[in-house]
């Protein structure tokens, strides 16, 4: 179905509108038609290219294999990652596994546009066209449309990323010092089987070159909160890209920035995910890695647990929901943002690319780490068991404690 342009002003009424049709809500919207209940998928700019690194990992592919189907996903299988730590001006080189558990960079509009195919397949209607506002109803919810239409549903589903208009009608909108800014540019023509990231400590964050299969997504990721403006952000990257050689002076580029939720172990431990008919999922749930800032495997699961919560048939589908995402997702998150308050240190990020060069099996962790096979969880004990006494004993008192 589709409500635009010229056409009819329609009122329709669904069991479940979804805010966003990127992977959280298209994924949302696959399970849910899948089993019977009527869903409008509303987004007027999906599919696109996404404004970030665009890694993929293989636990994440693996949670939609059956939806993105067995064509070949246009893809980079990344072969190694160049760890460069800015103030030693020294650099380690970790290979990948290659394997199903690997990393890939994929075309993100490509990847979306499979899922939103899936979607409409499955039944969702999509919608082609903005949200503008949200209400309560005494049935459910209205959402009027950017083409002055209007639609209602019983369930709101917020799958809109880290400025949800659905977070800020229905919950709390996240203050700047719960986002970082992404920003950089997409490099045409140039591509590779390398991920390289170089820590930054001024301002803290990292900055990455990412291969997609026909481009370079180059960039860099920083604390909303000290960053004063994008264009400086660009001004740096563009320095970077020069000076590490990634690309010519002439390579066709186009500049992008965005904005991640990275939030604190205390804001995690508090953090509102649902209410009365209403969800969160995704980056709109703030369910990004305050680390990596990785956010597409936790998107996926969390659309799923948003299905699963809705149909299980329970008294209250909302808590339900919270209880699965506290369970399977917040907490590793936690291990994540109480890590990160040293991992962009100097002193620890030295140390880090130190012991990369110098171990194979400290290496092999972070490779596990990068590819999303490693959980934070156990993360201290197996670095402690590689038998590398004194480099571990060096990473460890520096601040790698996540239990």
Not at 143 to 167: H, K, M, Q, Y
Not at 377 to 392: D, N, P, S, V, Y
Request: proline share 5%; glycine share 10%; charged share 20%.
């Amino acid at each position: 179905m589709y409500h635009g342009g010229t056409r009819p002003l329609i009122m329709a009424r669904y069991d479940v509108g979804i805010v966003g049709a990127g992977p959280t809500g298209t994924w949302a919207a696959s399970l849910l038609a899948r089993r019977g209940v009527r869903v409008a998928l509303v987004d007027p700019s999906h599919p696109r290219e996404k404004p970030c690194g665009g890694g993929v990992t293989g636990r994440a592919l693996a949670l939609v294999r059956d939806a993105i189907g067995e064509a070949p996903l246009p893809a980079v299988r990344i072969a190694r990652a160049r760890f460069v730590d800015t103030a030693s001006r020294t650099a380690a080189m970790v290979p990948l596994r290659d394997d199903g558990r690997s990393l890939v960079v994929a075309s993100r509009a490509v990847f979306d546009a499979r899922l939103l195919a899936a979607a409409r397949h499955d039944g969702a209607a999509f919608i082609a066209s903005r949200v503008v506002d949200l209400v309560r109803t005494r049935r459910g919810f209205a959402f009027r449309l950017s083409d002055g239409s209007t639609c209602e549903a019983d369930r709101i589903v917020g799958a809109d990323g880290a400025n949800s208009l659905t977070r800020r009608r229905l919950a709390v909108p996240f203050r700047r010092d719960q986002l970082s800014v992404a920003t950089g540019f997409f490099v045409q023509g140039i591509t590779s089987t390398e991920v390289v990231v170089e820590f930054v400590g001024d301002p803290p964050g990292y900055a990455w070159s990412f291969p997609r299969p026909d481009h370079l997504a180059v960039g860099i990721c920083a604390p909303a909160d000290v960053v004063v403006t994008s264009r400086g952000l660009r001004d740096w990257v563009s320095a970077w890209i020069a000076s590490s050689g990634l690309a010519g002076a002439d390579a066709p580029r186009h500049a992008y920035a965005w904005p991640i939720p990275s939030l604190s172990g205390a804001d995690l431990r508090t953090l509102t995910l649902a209410g009365d008919g209403w969800f969160l999922a995704g980056d709109a749930a703030g369910l990004v890695d305050p680390i990596t800032r990785e956010g597409i495997f936790f998107a996926l699961q969390s659309a799923g647990h948003v299905a699963d919560a809705i149909t299980a048939g329970g008294a209250d589908p909302a808590r339900d929901f919270v209880e699965r995402v506290r369970h399977d997702i917040v907490g590793e998150l936690i291990r994540a943002a109480d890590f990160k308050a040293c991992f962009f240190q100097p002193r620890f990020t030295r140390l880090l690319v130190d012991a990369l060069k110098r171990s194979d099996r400290i290496g092999l962790i972070m490779a596990d780490l990068v590819a999303g096979t490693q959980p934070y969880r156990g993360l201290k004990w197996r670095l402690a068991a590689t038998m590398e006494g004194g480099l571990a004993w060096r990473l460890l008192k520096a601040g790698w404690w996540p239990e």
